[in-house]
């Protein structure tokens, strides 16, 4: 247990409704992370923040993706008409502001689009 | 585009043995690699980071080693256990300011380690 927890660990939807997850970061980790990884392949960036600032985003990702972290605390990722391609494991990842580039990462949330 | 390449892609040993994992990579200007080991379907776990001054850094029975000249990274693995079967990733960042979208992960090497 790294200390990050995101919830739910599984979710399975039908194709055009839409999902939220949550991460939970290790309370002194300014910064957080999403990341999509498919079977087979390493992690894919997503987005991330600095406190409540959201600093990237994936030229790659969807406006139907959205993500939040109001408090600098929790941070929401959602995903509107989801697509069977939405299919796969969201990773969160936290890390502290100042520390030497080790980041945290979350169990996941297994999405499965039906 | 930056690139990192792993092999083997997957790796059967037996337990008590030794294995090498390699990363290369052509990320430059350079600034981090590191190792995490990701078990089935959970987060990955850092194991390693190394930046472009290191050539190696040790966590238990897990080495990795750098050579930046080459853009070769390797992680050894010691007298291996069960628990060892899992994905090992090699990550690398830039040292540029083309922010966090250039840090590039690998594919991985599957590793399973048989009694």
């Known amino acids: 247990d790294t200390g990050v927890s995101q919830d739910p660990r599984h979710k399975i939807t039908k194709r055009g409704q839409n999902v939220t997850f949550r991460c939970d970061p290790i309370?002194?980790?300014?910064?957080l992370y999403w990341y999509r990884q498919t079977l087979g392949q390493g992690p894919e960036f997503l987005t991330y923040f600095q406190n409540e600032a959201q600093l990237e985003k994936s030229r790659l990702l969807s406006d139907r993706f959205s993500a939040e972290r109001p408090k600098g605390s929790f941070s929401t990722l959602e995903i509107q008409r989801t697509e069977q391609g939405d299919s796969a494991m969201y990773l969160c990842?936290?890390?502290?502001?100042?520390?030497?580039?080790?980041?945290?990462f979350g169990p996941g949330t297994r999405l499965t689009v039906t | 585009k930056n690139q990192v390449e792993q092999s083997p892609q997957s790796l059967i040993i037996l337990e008590g043995k030794n294995c090498t994992l390699q990363?290369?990579?052509?990320?430059?200007?350079?600034?981090?690699l590191r190792w995490y080991k990701q078990d089935t379907g959970r987060g990955p776990v850092s194991l390693t980071i190394?930046?472009?001054?290191?050539n190696t850094k040790s966590n238990g029975r897990y080495t990795a080693t750098l050579d930046a000249d080459t853009k070769q990274s390797s992680l050894h693995i010691t007298a291996s256990q069960l628990s060892d079967s899992a994905s090992y990733i090699c990550?690398?960042?830039?040292?540029?300011?083309?922010?966090?979208?250039?840090?590039?992960f690998g594919t991985g090497t599957k590793l399973q380690v048989i009694p």
């Open positions: 990363c290369n990579y052509t990320v430059s200007p350079f600034s981090n």
């Open positions: 990842a936290t890390e502290k502001l100042q520390g030497a580039y080790e980041q945290y």
């Open positions: 309370s002194e980790h300014n910064r």
């Open positions: 190394m930046t472009f001054s290191e």
């Open positions: 990550v690398v960042s830039p040292g540029d300011s083309g922010g966090y979208q250039k840090v590039t």
